[in-house]
T-cell receptor, first 109, second 115 residues
Framework: KNEVEQSPQNLTAQEGEFITINCSYSVGISALHWLQQHPGGGIVSLFMLSSGKKKHGRLIATINIQEKHSSLHITASHPRDSAVYICAVGAGSARQLTFGSGTQLTVLP | GAGVSQSPSNKVTEKGKDVELRCDPISGHTALYWYRQSLGQGLEFLIYFQGNSAPDKSGLPSDRFSAERTGGSVSTLTIQRTQQEDSAVYLC?????????????FGSGTRLTVV
């Protein structure tokens, strides 16, 4: 069983919709990352969080440490948000990340 | 540089040949990581360098894979006698540690195709 589970695996939305991607993990963590991967493979780090909530533009990330769960929200989605969104956790003192399998988001105009 | 630089961005090689992938981390980042993403798969950890400590090689899939980090900066991932299953995107990341915790910066990856 993967230590990091994401849902849904695939998500198609209409432009303007509010989007939520979920991440659950089974290990104690030091931090959780949300990453964005565009076609071609390059990865951009969106958020790193260990508690509470962070917001950057139309993106919001929340984490509940007790429930071992995080969500990534996109408000007023746009076709340029289409990408794979990956949840990754850093566990304890280990600095290497364990990754979820990713959520393929497609936003249609 | 401003980010983590990887080269080449794309590499096509014949089965059985050796390849070297390069990662130039952000200056001052003490930790460097290599990850691999095979087609249709998630990212998997390969190897981790932290300062002058012995690297954590626990993710290397076989003894055909090796990596070094010279002078605490540039890293080279070497794959010997490449196989088709080595085809993947190889991602490098470097990290910083400070009072606010730590952070990651990823490179854009090297897409390796073994034919």
């Amino acid at each position: 069983k993967n230590e990091v589970e994401q849902s849904p695996q695939n998500l198609t939305a209409q432009e303007g919709e509010f989007i939520t991607i979920n991440c659950s993990y089974s290990v104690g963590i030091s931090a959780l990352h949300w990453l964005q991967q565009h076609p071609g493979g390059g990865i951009v780090s969106l958020f790193m969080l260990s508690s509470g909530k962070k917001k950057h533009g139309r993106l919001i990330a929340t984490i509940n440490i007790q429930e071992k769960h995080s969500s990534l929200h996109i408000t007023a989605s746009h076709p340029r948000d289409s990408a794979v969104y990956i949840c990754a956790v850093g566990a304890g003192s280990a600095r290497q990340l364990t990754f979820g399998s990713g959520t393929q988001l497609t936003v249609l105009p | 540089g401003a980010g983590v630089s990887q080269s080449p961005s794309n590499k096509v090689t014949e089965k059985g040949k050796d390849v070297e992938l390069r990662c130039d981390p952000i200056s001052g980042h003490t930790a460097l990581y290599w990850y691999r993403q095979s087609l249709g798969q998630g990212l998997e950890f390969l190897i981790y360098f932290q300062g002058n400590s012995a690297p954590d090689k626990s993710g290397l899939p076989s003894d055909r894979f090796s990596a070094e980090r010279t002078g605490g900066s540039v890293s080279t991932l070497t794959i010997q006698r490449t196989q088709q299953e080595d085809s993947a995107v190889y991602l490098c990341a470097s990290s910083w540690t400070g009072k606010m915790g730590y952070g990651y910066t990823f490179g854009s990856g090297t897409r390796l195709t073994v034919v």
